[in-house]
T-cell receptor, first 112, second 113 residues
Framework: RKEVEQDPGPFNVPEGATVAFNCTYS??????FFWYRQDCRKEPKLLMSVYSSGNEDGRFTAQLNRASQYISLLIRDSKLSDSATYLC?????????????FGKGTKLSVIP | DTAVSQTPKYLVTQMGNDKSIKCEQN?????MYWYKQDSKKFLKIMFS???????INETVPNRFSPKSPDKAHLNLHINSLELGDSAVYFC????????????FGEGSRLTVL
């Protein structure tokens, strides 16, 4: 089983739609969770951290289910500018280091 | 000023050559990384340095040698380039090794012919 798994998509949605991405992780000792966004041919950038109680940032809502080792990202009222690849990122510690592991990403295309 | 800058942005070279990619961060952060993103877009960590000390060294061929002359710089030298080395190499910086926010450079696209 891969450490961090995501549905690669692509998800093609119309403007204004609500879309949800899921991510599962294999290491139950994982400590921190994040969503990054990567535009085409650009570098990844942090979108939001994911907290145990769930958190919201404008149109974006992130949720964590530790029991199921599952993270989600919900985007409401999709904009054309939301088109990007969304990367699920998990931090775990081991052998004295704190490593961030990236999922392969879910590609979103918002269509006019 | 770009927070994390990499040079060169594009590199096309022949198999067997040796090349270097340089990275500099002006954030004053303690930790720097090299990631490789292959054609399938999988972003995989290669190395991590914290205050010039190597802390993560993933299973990477020893043809790849990182070097951190100071906290603000982390360079990557690659010997005897192979076709499979073609990828985008991203440098990143983080405030500390436990911080989740990485600031990435724009990437260096390496093509080996």
């Amino acid at each position: 089983r891969k450490e961090v798994e995501q549905d690669p998509g692509p998800f093609n949605v119309p403007e204004g739609a609500t879309v949800a991405f899921n991510c599962t992780y294999s290491n139950s000792a994982s400590q921190s969770f994040f969503w990054y966004r990567q535009d085409c041919r650009k570098e990844p950038k942090l979108l939001m951290s994911v907290y145990s109680s769930g958190n919201e940032d404008g149109r974006f809502t992130a949720q964590l289910n530790r029991a199921s080792q599952y993270i989600s990202l919900l985007i409401r009222d999709s904009k054309l500018s939301d088109s990007a690849t969304y990367l699920c990122v998990v931090r775990h510690s081991g052998a004295g280091s704190y490593q961030l592991t990236f999922g392969k990403g879910t590609k979103l295309s918002v269509i006019p | 000023d770009t927070a994390v800058s990499q040079t060169p942005k594009y590199l096309v070279t022949q198999m067997g050559n040796d090349k270097s990619i340089k990275c500099e961060q002006n954030l004053g952060h303690d930790t720097m990384y090299w990631y490789k993103q292959d054609s399938k877009k999988f972003l995989k960590i290669m190395f991590s340095y914290n205050n010039k000390e190597l802390i993560i060294n993933e299973t990477v061929p020893n043809r790849f040698s990182p070097k951190s002359p100071d906290k603000a710089h982390l360079n990557l030298h690659i010997n005897s380039l192979e076709l499979g080395d073609s990828a985008v190499y991203f440098c990143a910086a983080a405030e500390t090794e436990t911080t989740g926010e990485l600031f990435f450079g724009e990437g260096s696209r390496l093509t080996v012919l």
